[in-house]
């Protein structure tokens, strides 16, 4: 059976920092861009970052970039976001997904 | 940019339902894939793929589902709606950075 999970969500002051993980199995991760796509509660889905099957190319929507950074470890099945300098706009559900599969999301709130 | 209609549509099993996307521009690829998606979320659920591909239904999905094209525009027929099928819908493409999502489209059942 396919499993994602995200993780690491938690509430978070304003320019703080945090990190998400994700957890593959089920499927052959390596083989997969995988991608951080978020969701505030109620509202659309955003695109944040994807990473190449190898983690040789890594892009970042507009509101990602220079704040947050993905990486991988195909030898653990992981996937990672830090995220740096978070604003209360950033509070959403964070998924992890390799657009085929979609993990069950961690929630992050930032507030002061 | 991806504009999805409707925002809503109220359905009775049994009954056909449309949901559209429109593509701000040209999706087509030269190699002949288009990478578009459509995705069915649930309540407290993460979204689950349909269609990748334009057209192609994920293992598992029902054959009352399909996806085609026309261009720019991009649509998702449910040929006989089922009480399982509410939920919301989005259309993703992932041909041009950045990766864009419709704004979703909330089917109810009757």
């Known amino acids: 059976e396919v499993q994602l999970a995200a993780s690491g969500g938690a509430l978070i002051q304003p320019g703080g920092s945090l990190r998400l993980s994700c957890a593959g199995s089920g499927f052959t991760f390596s083989h997969y861009w995988m991608h951080w796509v978020r969701q505030v509660p109620g509202k659309g889905l955003e695109w944040l970052c994807r990473i190449k099957n190898d983690g040789s190319i890594v892009d970042y929507a507009d509101s990602a970039k220079g704040r947050f950074a993905i990486s991988r470890d195909n030898a653990k099945n992981t996937l990672a976001l830090q995220m740096n300098s978070l604003r209360v706009e950033d509070t959403a559900v964070y998924f992890c997904?390799?657009?085929?599969?979609w993990g069950r999301g961690t929630l992050v709130t930032v507030s002061s | 940019v991806l504009t999805q209609t409707p925002l809503s549509l109220s359905v009775t099993p049994g009954q056909p339902a449309s949901i559209s996307c429109k593509s701000s521009q040209s999706l087509l690829r030269s190699g002949g894939r288009t990478y578009f998606f459509w995705y069915v979320q649930k309540p407290g659920q993460p979204p689950q793929l349909l269609i990748s591909e334009v057209s192609t239904r994920f293992p598992g999905v029902p054959d009352r589902f399909s996806g085609s094209a026309s261009g720019t525009d991009f649509t998702l027929d449910i040929s006989r709606v089922e009480a399982e099928d509410a939920g919301v819908y989005y259309c993703?493409?992932?041909?041009?950075?950045?990766?864009?999502f419709g704004g979703g489209t909330k089917l109810e059942i009757k």
């Open positions: 993703m493409q992932s041909m041009q950075l950045p990766l864009t």
């Open positions: 997904t390799s657009e085929q599969f």
